[in-house]
Nanobody, 123 residues
Framework: VQLVESGGGLVQAGGSLRLSCAAS????????MGWFRQAPGKEREFVAY????????YYTDSVKGRFTISGDNTKNTVYLQMNSLKPEDTAVYYC?????????????????WGQGTQVTVSS
């Protein structure tokens, strides 16, 4: 599956951004998808997960209540709506397609990755 992210940019703290991940080669409804992020000098970390056409979602604790993952099967696109952004959310954000099994929060559970999109939150 090919994944292409878009929607990153520079935003002030408290602002919002919506990231998009367009998938080809596999449908969103049949493939678990995730968002990860990597800040400079840090490991890539899990952010959000979606499967079963959006009926199941998980989030890392630091984004719960602020970020929402969703998908549009007609467009084969997964979104990450990010509200109340904080400077610590600054990172390159990656979407990824998961294998049907494996813990959703582990990088090793994902077998396809996009190129990433930069999100910068200024204070």
């Amino acid at each position: 599956v090919q994944l292409v992210e878009s929607g990153g940019g520079l935003v002030q703290a408290g602002g919002s951004l919506r990231l998009s991940c367009a998938a080809s080669g596999r449908t969103f409804s049949s493939t678990p998808m995730g968002w990860f992020r990597q800040a400079p000098g840090k490991e890539r970390e899990f952010v959000a997960y979606i499967r079963s056409a959006g009926t199941v979602t998980y989030y890392t604790d630091s984004v719960k209540g602020r970020f929402t993952i969703s998908g549009d099967n007609t467009k084969n696109t997964v979104y990450l709506q990010m509200n109340s952004l904080k400077p610590e959310d600054t990172a390159v954000y990656y979407c990824a397609a998961a294998s049907p099994t494996g813990p959703y929060y582990l990088r090793s559970s994902y077998n396809s990755w996009g190129q990433g999109t930069q999100v910068t939150v200024s204070s």
